[in-house]
């Protein structure tokens, strides 16, 4: 299994920065691919920004420009720098990895998630 473990949410006004971090842990063979989804009340998950084993970095419309994805591949690492926050970007925010774990001699690939951070943007 793969274990998630995020940090850095919390409240800030309208504006202001937050940077959130993960980090991944487990019997990781490898991971492909990790990255950044939001929730709010009665709405799907969605992408925020994502970033392959390659450092390609995708962002969502909504974000761009203002958000930063950087991943450190030697310690299974991700973090997300989140500038000029706007209230519509308050949500639960959720890593992700695309990784393949190892049991035994056995390798198995999947989607892992962490539990979830707060971010509330509001003055």
């Known amino acids: 299994q793969v274990q998630l473990e995020e940090s850095g949410g919390g409240l800030v006004q309208p504006g202001g920065s937050l940077r959130l971090s993960c980090a991944a842990s487990?019997?990781?063979?490898?991971?492909?691919?990790m990255g950044w989804y939001r929730q709010t009340p009665g709405k799907q998950r969605g992408l925020v920004a994502g970033i392959t084993s390659g450092d390609n970095p995708k962002y969502a419309d909504s974000v761009k420009g203002r958000f930063t994805i950087s991943r450190d591949n030697a310690k299974n690492t991700v973090s997300l720098q989140m500038n000029s926050l706007k209230p519509e970007d308050t949500a639960v925010y959720y890593c992700?990895?695309?990784?393949?774990?190892?049991?035994?001699?056995?390798?198995?690939?999947?989607?892992?998630w962490g539990q979830g951070t707060q971010v509330t943007v509001s003055s």
């Open positions: 992700h990895a695309d990784a393949t774990i190892t049991y035994g001699s056995i390798r198995y690939s999947g989607d892992y």
């Open positions: 487990g019997s990781i063979f490898s991971i492909n691919a």
